[in-house]
T-cell receptor, first 114, second 110 residues
Framework: DADVTQTPRNRITKTGKRIMLECSQTKGHDRMYWYRQDPGLGLRLIYYSFDVKDINKGEISDGYSVSRQAQAKFSLSLESAIPNQTALYFC?????????????FGEGSRLTVL | QKEVEQNSGPLSVPEGAIASLNCTYS??????FFWYRQYSGKSPELIMF????GDKEDGRFTAQLNKASQYVSLLIRDSQPSDSATYLC??????????FGSGTRLLVRP
């Protein structure tokens, strides 16, 4: 089983719908991240959390919200989806403290907003 | 200016050649850099990380960091068709958020 699991892997929805992408991890890492990937734009940071009580905005947080339900779970919500939120979304984790900073990625969630 | 910049490519090299991938960054406080490889439709995977000025070698891969010039590179020796992928450079911003470049697509011709 993957260490970082994202659900759903693929989702097609309509404009205005609420969508939640879920991420769970078994690596025991404190830090969790949500990134978005668009062709030619690389990975852009949406939100990150360094522990259960810590939530921070990234480069492109507008239109998104997150919830850190537990150390192992970090969810991304689109309250009212719009077509330009069509993208590939990655959850990632990393060690805190003296860790290398290496990110461990989930397999991605492909979201299409019609 | 993006915090981490890469040429999008594609960079095309023949099998067996050296592929050179480059990255510049704007945050002078950045102390560490990462190179990730991403195959089409897959998640990124770490290839190398480097903290110190100079070169770091791991098998066919060499990462180079020049903090004075704010420049990071990845050399792939004896390139193989299986190395064809997008290579993402990443560095910390504000000390801890990992920010990625847009990636360079590498094509290794058999």
């Amino acid at each position: 089983d993957a260490d970082v699991t994202q659900t759903p892997r693929n989702r097609i929805t309509k404009t205005g719908k609420r969508i939640m992408l879920e991420c769970s991890q078994t690596k025991g890492h404190d830090r969790m991240y949500w990134y978005r990937q668009d062709p030619g734009l690389g990975l852009r940071l949406i939100y990150y959390s360094f522990d259960v009580k810590d939530i921070n905005k990234g480069e492109i947080s507008d239109g998104y919200s997150v919830s850190r339900q537990a150390q192992a779970k970090f969810s991304l919500s689109l309250e009212s989806a719009i077509p330009n939120q069509t993208a590939l979304y990655f959850c990632a984790t990393s060690e805190g403290g003296q860790g290398t900073g290496e990110l461990f990625f989930g397999e991605g969630s492909r979201l299409t907003v019609l | 200016q993006k915090e981490v910049e890469q040429n999008s490519g594609p960079l095309s090299v023949p099998e067996g050649a050296i592929a050179s991938l480059n990255c510049t960054y704007s945050d002078r406080g950045s102390q560490s850099f990462f190179w990730y490889r991403q195959y089409s439709g897959k998640s990124p995977e770490l290839i190398m990380f480097i903290y110190s000025n100079g070169d770091k070698e791991d098998g066919r891969f060499t990462a180079q960091l020049n903090k004075a010039s704010q420049y990071v590179s990845l050399l792939i020796r004896d390139s193989q068709p299986s190395d064809s992928a997008t290579y993402l450079c990443a560095g910390p911003h504000d000390g801890y958020k990992l920010i990625f470049g847009s990636g360079t697509r590498l094509l290794v011709r058999p």
